[in-house]
């Protein structure tokens, strides 16, 4: 089992940034691929950004590509996504993801989530 609790979610003005944080217990972290998805209110969960392993391998979304940076730290059991230049769509509720398999943008292939937390963009 793992354990997944984001952090970080908050209020910011368009052009702004925040930076959220997911903290991972109950197995070896650096064996979990891991993830960031999103959902907001009335639309379908959507894939935000992925990291391998070992952070040799990382993928964006089109609409997040250039503004934020998923990063991990295996020794802490934390993954990161640093959100730089938001926009009021990326208002959502965010989710960390962790899979026992690969570092991929299919939510599907992710075993364990965290609870989420939100994020609000104001124009």
């Known amino acids: 089992q793992v354990q997944l609790v984001e952090s970080g979610g908050g209020l910011a003005q368009a052009g702004g940034s925040l930076r959220l944080s997911c903290a991972a217990s109950g197995r070896t972290f650096s064996s979990l691929a891991l993830g960031w998805f999103r959902q907001a209110p009335g639309k379908e969960r959507e894939f935000v950004a992925t990291?391998?392993?070992?952070?040799?391998?990382?993928y964006y979304h089109d609409s997040v590509n250039g503004r934020f940076t998923i990063s991990r730290d295996n020794a802490k059991n934390t993954v990161a996504l640093q959100m730089n230049s938001l926009k009021p769509e990326d208002t959502a509720t965010y989710y960390c993801?962790?899979?026992?398999?690969?570092?991929?943008?299919?939510?599907?292939?992710?075993?364990?989530w965290g609870q989420g937390t939100q994020v609000t963009i104001s124009s």
């Open positions: 990291i391998s392993r070992s952070s040799s391998y990382r």
């Open positions: 993801a962790a899979s026992t398999t690969l570092a991929t943008m299919r939510g599907a292939s992710y075993e364990y």
